[in-house]
């Protein structure tokens, strides 16, 4: 279902972050994705799946003109380098609204403006924006304006850090003034450091690194003598592909074993690649400094792995993908055009064999019922029959109960069955109420909240553990009925 979008719905229903519900990040990224509710309630979740493949193909491309442009790279095998990036980095989660999607969305935005204008005013104002907006969706592209400065700094050009240093500190004061005159302020800074504490910075900014390179050491030895052979008995172009092909039998490695890439891509490939193109570009930008914008690029891919849910590098996978090329060929323009169609092919093959088993849902071929009968936003979404039935209890319930709310992670009940959360948040695992967990019980109970449990018991989540609002109400509270699906709760 995805928190990102039931938290826009409550944004489009009138509800502020922070102020009126419980917020770990910063809320723009709710907030943009309620944009297409203006446009249509109706198919918003629609119009946001679908533009999460926007997204990353805009992202992968505009990446690949900065990189072509500063590279001096023949402009032959541009789309070619975009679609395989934007290719590999869809080798994840389904598509839906996400925070780490849009941070690297706003945060390319914002280096496309810095590079390709010649620092134009008008073009170092809006990089600064669109780089403010990409810090807005989540703690962890904080340090990519640091890492832009830097390099600035290091090339002494005091226009260019003059004219962002202003735009950054007038959008963060603005940005302070809103919240303040909300009656924000105080919660958004307690909320927002709530949760990212100095060690899960550590275990997934620095230490996932470490254990990838811990964890695969056979394989990083066989991968090192493979590409000494293809160095001293290929061609470039069967050099490129086998290193592509080691990528997607891996890929399809994992899938075949069932295991999803959410599973590997902590501490697998993709960890591996950033480390080996990181070292390439950091090696060669000491001779040539129009390298540095491939370390740019490698440091974006590192801001987006920092997370404590999804702790990977793939979702900007473009710089990895230009690191597999530079490594084979000095001149793109030599890669065969039979091959890049073969190699696209490929990846297509390792896409559509691993959404064959969606992320916590069963295999493809069993979801044959379609949600859409049900609730009218879920047009064209397929489901297996259990989840289907459980739908169809959820809209029998909310027929005849009102002022409701779904414990602890049904994050789109709110929005597929047109009603209002009376908290405010969907999503009430201990650490996403940043320390509210007594408010929220209060919150219920003067709300005179019913509450829709979902029967957790055989559930993959350890809910007894992770979420204690939902024991509470479970232990505390008033059983009134309970169905195959769910359990309805009303207050002592």
């Given at each position: 279902?995805?928190?990102?979008?039931?938290?826009?719905?409550?944004?489009?229903?009138?509800?502020?972050?922070?102020?009126?519900?419980?917020?770990?990040?910063?809320?723009?990224?709710?907030?943009?994705?309620?944009?297409?509710?203006?446009i249509?309630?109706?198919?918003g979740y629609?119009?946001?799946?679908?533009?999460?493949?926007?997204?990353?193909?805009?992202?992968?491309?505009?990446?690949?003109?900065?990189?072509?442009?500063?590279?001096?790279l023949s402009?032959?095998n541009?789309?070619f380098?975009?679609?395989l990036g934007?290719?590999?980095?869809?080798?994840n989660?389904?598509?839906?609204?996400?925070?780490?999607?849009?941070?690297i969305?706003?945060?390319?935005?914002?280096?496309?403006?810095?590079?390709?204008?010649?620092?134009?005013?008008?073009?170092?104002?809006?990089?600064?924006?669109?780089?403010?907006?990409?810090?807005?969706?989540?703690q962890?592209?904080?340090f990519?304006?640091?890492?832009?400065?830097?390099?600035?700094?290091?090339?002494?050009?005091w226009?260019?850090?003059?004219?962002?240093?202003?735009?950054?500190?007038?959008?963060?004061?603005?940005?302070?003034?809103?919240?303040?005159?909300?009656?924000?302020?105080?919660?958004?800074?307690?909320?927002?450091?709530?949760?990212?504490?100095?060690?899960s910075?550590?275990?997934?900014?620095?230490?996932?690194?470490?254990?990838?390179?811990?964890?695969?050491?056979?394989?990083?030895?066989?991968?090192?003598?493979?590409?000494?052979?293809?160095?001293?008995?290929?061609?470039?172009?069967?050099?490129?592909?086998?290193?592509?092909?080691?990528?997607?039998?891996?890929?399809?490695?994992?899938?075949?074993t069932?295991?999803?890439?959410?599973?590997?891509?902590?501490?697998?490939?993709?960890?591996?690649?950033?480390?080996?193109g990181?070292?390439?570009?950091?090696?060669?930008?000491?001779?040539?400094?129009?390298?540095?914008?491939?370390?740019?690029?490698?440091?974006?891919?590192?801001?987006?792995?920092?997370?404590?849910?999804?702790?990977?590098?793939?979702?900007f996978?473009?710089?990895?993908i230009?690191?597999?090329?530079?490594?084979?060929?000095?001149?793109?323009?030599?890669?065969?055009?039979?091959?890049?169609?073969?190699?696209?092919?490929?990846?297509?093959?390792?896409?559509y064999?691993?959404?064959?088993?969606?992320?916590?849902?069963?295999?493809?071929?069993?979801?044959?019922?379609?949600v859409?009968?049900?609730?009218p936003?879920?047009?064209?979404?397929?489901?297996?029959?259990?989840?289907?039935?459980?739908?169809?209890?959820?809209?029998?319930l909310?027929?005849?109960?009102?002022?409701?709310?779904?414990?602890?992670?049904?994050?789109?009940?709110?929005?597929?069955?047109?009603?209002?959360?009376?908290?405010?948040?969907?999503?009430?695992?201990?650490?996403?109420?940043?320390?509210?967990?007594?408010?929220?019980?209060?919150?219920?109970?003067?709300?005179?909240?019913?509450?829709?449990?979902e029967?957790?018991?055989?559930?993959?989540?350890?809910?007894?553990?992770?979420?204690?609002?939902?024991?509470?109400?479970?232990?505390?509270?008033?059983?009134?009925?309970?169905?195959?699906?769910?359990?309805?709760?009303?207050?002592?």
């Amino acid at each position: 279902m995805g928190s990102i979008f039931g938290i826009s719905w409550s944004m489009y229903n009138g509800y502020f972050p922070h102020r009126d519900f419980v917020y770990i990040k910063p809320a723009f990224s709710p907030f943009f994705h309620s944009l297409p509710l203006y446009i249509s309630e109706d198919y918003g979740y629609l119009i946001n799946r679908y533009f999460y493949f926007i997204q990353v193909f805009s992202y992968s491309y505009l990446a690949s003109r900065i990189a072509f442009k500063v590279l001096k790279l023949s402009s032959k095998n541009l789309y070619f380098i975009a679609i395989l990036g934007a290719l590999v980095s869809i080798h994840n989660y389904p598509p839906m609204p996400w925070n780490t999607i849009d941070g690297i969305f706003f945060s390319v935005l914002g280096l496309y403006f810095l590079v390709s204008f010649s620092k134009k005013s008008w073009s170092l104002i809006l990089s600064a924006l669109f780089l403010f907006l990409g810090i807005l969706c989540k703690q962890s592209f904080f340090f990519f304006p640091l890492v832009i400065g830097l390099f600035i700094i290091l090339r002494k050009d005091w226009k260019t850090i003059g004219v962002l240093g202003i735009c950054g500190i007038s959008l963060v004061a603005l940005f302070l003034l809103l919240f303040w005159r909300q009656n924000a302020l105080d919660p958004f800074i307690e909320q927002l450091f709530s949760f990212t504490t100095g060690t899960s910075f550590i275990d997934t900014a620095l230490k996932s690194y470490y254990l990838a390179i811990k964890g695969n050491i056979i394989s990083i030895v066989i991968s090192i003598g493979i590409l000494w052979l293809l160095n001293k008995y290929s061609s470039k172009n069967v050099k490129f592909f086998a290193l592509h092909l080691i990528v997607v039998a891996i890929f399809l490695w994992l899938y075949w074993t069932n295991q999803s890439l959410y599973t590997h891509a902590k501490y697998g490939i993709i960890h591996l690649l950033w480390l080996s193109g990181m070292s390439y570009s950091l090696f060669k930008s000491f001779y040539n400094r129009k390298y540095d914008i491939l370390v740019i690029m490698f440091a974006l891919g590192w801001c987006a792995s920092i997370s404590n849910g999804y702790n990977t590098p793939i979702d900007f996978s473009t710089p990895s993908i230009l690191f597999l090329a530079l490594l084979s060929f000095k001149d793109f323009q030599r890669i065969q055009k039979w091959l890049g169609i073969l190699i696209i092919g490929l990846y297509l093959g390792t896409f559509y064999y691993g959404y064959q088993f969606p992320y916590r849902e069963k295999p493809r071929k069993e979801l044959t019922h379609h949600v859409g009968d049900i609730f009218p936003r879920l047009n064209s979404v397929y489901t297996h029959v259990s989840r289907y039935e459980k739908y169809r209890n959820l809209k029998e319930l909310s027929e005849r109960y009102s002022n409701y709310t779904i414990l602890p992670s049904m994050t789109l009940g709110h929005y597929i069955t047109n009603t209002v959360n009376p908290i405010g948040v969907d999503w009430v695992f201990n650490h996403h109420l940043a320390n509210e967990l007594q408010n929220y019980k209060q919150k219920l109970k003067t709300k005179n909240v019913t509450v829709f449990i979902e029967n957790f018991e055989n559930h993959q989540d350890n809910y007894e553990e992770s979420s204690q609002l939902t024991m509470h109400v479970v232990k505390h509270w008033n059983l009134i009925e309970k169905t195959e699906y769910f359990r309805v709760f009303q207050k002592p």
